[in-house]
């Protein structure tokens, strides 16, 4: 490989594994034999950075991911990837501090909904995705409008996060939840659905939906080797 992948993982360490595991599972299918991805993982505390996000310390949390951010380069990093969409919202800070590229979840995922086509889309994600305009926004950049589930179905998905997802759960009552507001979604026109945190393909994939599923984690993992083996 060209450049080294950088990886700020640990939100969570079970969406991590994921990302570890197709950017491998990736490399192999790109260049065969046995390839793996050459790439520098540090993974920070969930539980600090979950603290951060109660108390609205986006700043404090910006910092921790900032000084990752660094360690990651220092290691050899050639491009690095903050492994989560929640704490996107901070990625601006994190950009500053690097001297090498920070490849965007947003934007890698806004780009694969434009060449499929589409121009709305639902979004699933943690109340913080969802709710404050740092995703809904970058999207608009794109050309690509977002739709969100009404309350309570908002509090449901970010409920089963938190409480299951991050924590190794799988529930099948949550998958047909999920289910039901994918399908909510695209009765409200969203084209597309994106799967805007990264555990989220723990539990709902393409076959869960009426509607084409853009999960970000894939598209974030095969952007940056697309970056990577050029």
Known sequence: MRRTIGL?????????????????????RRLGGHHCARSVLLTVDFAEIEAMQRAGDWAGAGRVLAEA?????????????LCTNTM??????????????LVHIVDATARRV???????????GTRFTMEMDFYRD???????EVVVPDEPERTLVHDVIYQELTRNRVESSS?????????????????GIVLGCTEITLL????????????????????????ALT
């Open 8 to 28: 700020i993982g640990g939100m969570s360490w079970e969406s991590s594994a994921e990302y570890y595991r197709l950017l491998n599972e990736e490399t192999r």
């Open 69 to 81: 951010a660094t360690t990651v380069e220092r290691a050899g990093a050639g491009l690095v990837l």
């Open 88 to 101: 996107h919202q901070v990625a601006d800070a994190v950009e500053a501090a690097l001297g090498v590229p």
């Open 114 to 124: 434009v060449a499929a086509g589409l121009t709305r889309v639902g979004l699933l």
């Open 138 to 144: 970058r999207m608009r950049r794109h050309g690509v």
């Open 175 to 191: 998958r047909d939840a999920y289910r039901r507001i994918m399908a909510g979604l695209a009765d409200r026109g969203a084209e």
């Open 204 to 227: 709902v994939g393409p076959e869960d939906s009426p509607v084409p599923v853009f999960d970000s984690t894939r598209v974030h993992v095969e952007t940056a080797l697309d970056l």
